[in-house]
């Protein structure tokens, strides 16, 4: 017989690659998620993984047992709510990526109300491998987040793509050009947003031009970000859906990355269901409206 926590260790380090963050995403020692990998192989007998020193990677018995042990937790998953009534009451759980507006949220909140009678919904804030991992493991049922085309494991409808800005204060010397350098920017106090999925692109950007300013912040919080540019405290890099009152927002010159922003659907849920629903449609549908607008 196979426990379910070997299974969510197991899966945890599929995930991350490694034993550490795999444990840390469980909350147990690495210790005790090595010994429950150990359990499971015992129990399976057969080495799910190989490991390195510098690296974990699956056997090739792991890469298949993985298939099935996705579908074992989202059943799992699936028979808690069931014995809690939670399907009965259309329960949707929403993953809402980190760097969505607030704003945004607070629009959406506002749509779905209408639909609370039917239709109850658990929104699930996180960041972008967060959320896939949540879909993947059956933990919510959609989220709006980055969609990747070389990820197929999800039903996929892309709502927007959208480039990154500079966000500067209304009164930097910047403020009204439609395009600035990074060498433009060498002299300048920088905040950087922890969350942002494009951080380790736009480091690069900065780096191969010489540009290696001072961070007066670091925050998770993007409205934070918003307000410390609008103060004059620094600049950033930001996407253009954060735009509003207060700030600039001007091209990044010869900075060409994009993102695009969808709705993913997980893979135990019934996609033609699901996409019927209340919640769905009023996502898809505020989204584009707040774009047009």
Same mark, same amino acid.
């Given at each position: 017989? $196979?426990?379910?926590?070997?299974?969510?260790?197991?899966?945890?380090?599929?995930?991350?690659?490694?034993?550490?963050?795999?444990?840390?995403?469980?909350?147990?020692?690495?210790?005790?998620?090595?010994?429950?990998?150990?359990?499971?192989?015992?129990?399976?007998?057969?080495?799910?993984?190989?490991?390195?020193?510098?690296?974990?990677?699956?056997?090739?018995?792991?890469?298949?047992?993985?298939?099935?042990?996705?579908?074992?937790?989202?059943?799992?998953?699936?028979?808690?709510?069931?014995?809690?009534?939670?399907?009965?009451?259309?329960?949707?759980?929403?993953?809402?990526?980190?760097?969505?507006?607030?704003?945004?949220?607070?629009?959406?909140?506002?749509?779905? #109300?209408?639909?609370?009678?039917?239709?109850?919904?658990?929104?699930?804030?996180?960041?972008?491998?967060?959320?896939?991992?949540?879909?993947? #493991?059956?933990? $919510?049922?959609?989220?709006?987040?980055?969609?990747?085309?070389?990820?197929?494991?999800?039903?996929?409808?892309?709502?927007?793509?959208?480039?990154?800005?500079?966000?500067?204060?209304?009164?930097?010397?910047?403020?009204?050009?439609?395009?600035?350098?990074?060498?433009?920017?060498?002299?300048?106090?920088?905040?950087?947003?922890?969350?942002?999925?494009?951080?380790?692109?736009?480091?690069?950007?900065?780096?191969?031009?010489?540009?290696?300013?001072?961070?007066?912040?670091?925050?998770?919080?993007?409205?934070?970000?918003?307000?410390?540019?609008?103060?004059?405290?620094?600049?950033?890099?930001?996407?253009?859906?954060?735009?509003?009152?207060? $700030?600039?927002?001007?091209?990044?010159?010869?900075?060409?990355?994009? #993102?695009?922003?969808?709705?993913?659907?997980?893979?135990?849920?019934?996609?033609?269901?699901?996409?019927?629903?209340?919640?769905?449609?009023?996502?898809?549908?505020?989204?584009?409206?707040?774009?047009?607008?």
């Amino acid at each position: 017989m $196979i426990d379910r926590y070997p299974i969510r260790y197991f899966l945890a380090v599929v995930d991350h690659g490694n034993f550490s963050r795999a444990a840390a995403q469980c909350h147990v020692s690495q210790p005790t998620l090595s010994v429950g990998i150990a359990k499971l192989e015992r129990a399976l007998g057969t080495a799910l993984f190989e490991r390195s020193n510098r690296r974990v990677e699956l056997t090739p018995a792991g890469a298949r047992f993985a298939v099935h042990a996705r579908r074992i937790e989202a059943e799992f998953n699936q028979a808690e709510r069931s014995v809690h009534g939670q399907d009965a009451q259309a329960t949707i759980r929403l993953g809402m990526l980190t760097t969505i507006p607030t704003a945004w949220h607070e629009a959406l909140a506002r749509a779905l #109300r209408p639909h609370a009678a039917t239709e109850r919904v658990e929104f699930v804030e996180a960041r972008e491998r967060d959320l896939i991992d949540r879909l993947a #493991r059956g933990r $919510i049922d959609l989220a709006l987040t980055l969609v990747r085309a070389e990820d197929d494991r999800f039903v996929a409808e892309p709502l927007f793509d959208e480039a990154y800005r500079l966000a500067l204060s209304l009164d930097h010397p910047l403020a009204a050009t439609s395009s600035v350098p990074a060498e433009a920017l060498a002299d300048n106090v920088m905040i950087a947003r922890r969350n942002c999925e494009a951080l380790a692109d736009t480091s690069r950007h900065f780096t191969a031009r010489g540009v290696r300013p001072f961070f007066a912040a670091k925050t998770a919080n993007d409205d934070r970000a918003v307000a410390l540019v609008r103060a004059g405290l620094g600049v950033t890099v930001m996407p253009a859906c954060f735009a509003q009152s207060g $700030i600039a927002m001007p091209e990044l010159a010869g900075f060409t990355l994009t #993102r695009t922003i969808g709705l993913l659907v997980a893979p135990h849920a019934d996609a033609a269901r699901l996409r019927a629903t209340a919640t769905y449609g009023a996502t898809a549908a505020l989204i584009r409206s707040l774009l047009q607008g």
